[in-house]
């Protein structure tokens, strides 16, 4: 089963800050991988996703990733973010194939401060 | 549309008791699933369902039940509720599968005691 790793647990930035979020899976084969963000007192929302092609992939609200699959990674990124921004981001990855399941990391939660 | 409904919002238990959480979508979505998000831990998967009349179990599908008898309802039930069951709980929807963007509800935050 594959697993997902979040580097940070809390980021605390500054308005205009840039942001880049770390996120490592471990399953070998082809995957499917996303971005959901949770602000608060909201619903999970999907930001991004990545299935296959340009490795680079824009999201909402100014948000990128990029998938490099010799460091089995989709880091998350923002070069200038707002207060707004504040919320929590799950990274989460699905084998390709089939009907296999949603696994999420562990979140990272992102304060910024005006 | 509502999009993916949950009740209640809250609930209290004491040990032991079972209850029923429930979930409704009206996107005509095949796939179901539920989460519980623990502090620290993420988002576990605890049941799924991959249209009406199939379920399967996810990560952490102890002391959980589900059932799919029609597309859109998905509930959950404890079967005897425990502390270790005090949890925030997400129910999702999606198209066909969990690759499709999932929609999540507004989550029901269970406390046991």
């Known amino acids: 089963a594959q697993s997902v790793s979040q580097h940070n647990h809390h980021v605390i930035l500054s308005e205009a800050a840039s942001l880049e979020l770390g996120c490592n899976y471990s399953y070998g084969g082809t995957v499917n991988l996303f971005w959901y963000v949770q602000y608060p007192g909201q619903h999970l929302q999907l930001l991004l996703k990545y299935f296959s092609g340009d490795p680079l992939v824009k999201g909402i609200k100014g948000f990128e990733a990029e998938f490099i699959k010799s460091k089995f990674s989709f880091n998350l990124r923002k070069p200038s973010v707002q207060w707004s921004d504040t919320a929590e981001y799950f990274c989460?990855?699905?084998?390709?194939?089939?009907?296999?399941?949603?696994?999420f990391g562990k979140g990272t939660m992102l304060l910024v401060s005006p | 549309n509502a999009g993916v409904t949950q009740t209640p919002k809250f609930q209290v238990l004491k040990t032991g008791q079972s209850m029923t959480l429930q979930c409704a979508q009206d996107?005509?979505?095949?796939?179901m699933s539920w989460y519980r998000q623990d502090p620290g831990m993420g988002l576990r998967l605890i049941h799924y369902s991959v249209g009406a009349g199939i379920t399967d179990q996810g990560e952490v599908p102890n002391g959980y039940n589900v059932s799919r008898s029609t597309t859109e309802d998905f509930p959950l039930r404890l079967l005897s509720a425990a502390p270790s069951q005090t949890s925030v709980y997400f129910c999702?929807?999606?198209?066909?599968?969990?690759?499709?963007?999932?929609?999540f509800g507004p989550g029901t935050r269970l406390t046991v005691t």
């Open positions: 989460a990855v699905k084998e390709a194939s089939g009907y296999s399941t949603l696994t």
């Open positions: 996107m005509n979505h095949e796939y």
């Open positions: 999702a929807s999606s198209y066909r599968t969990a690759g499709d963007e999932q929609y």
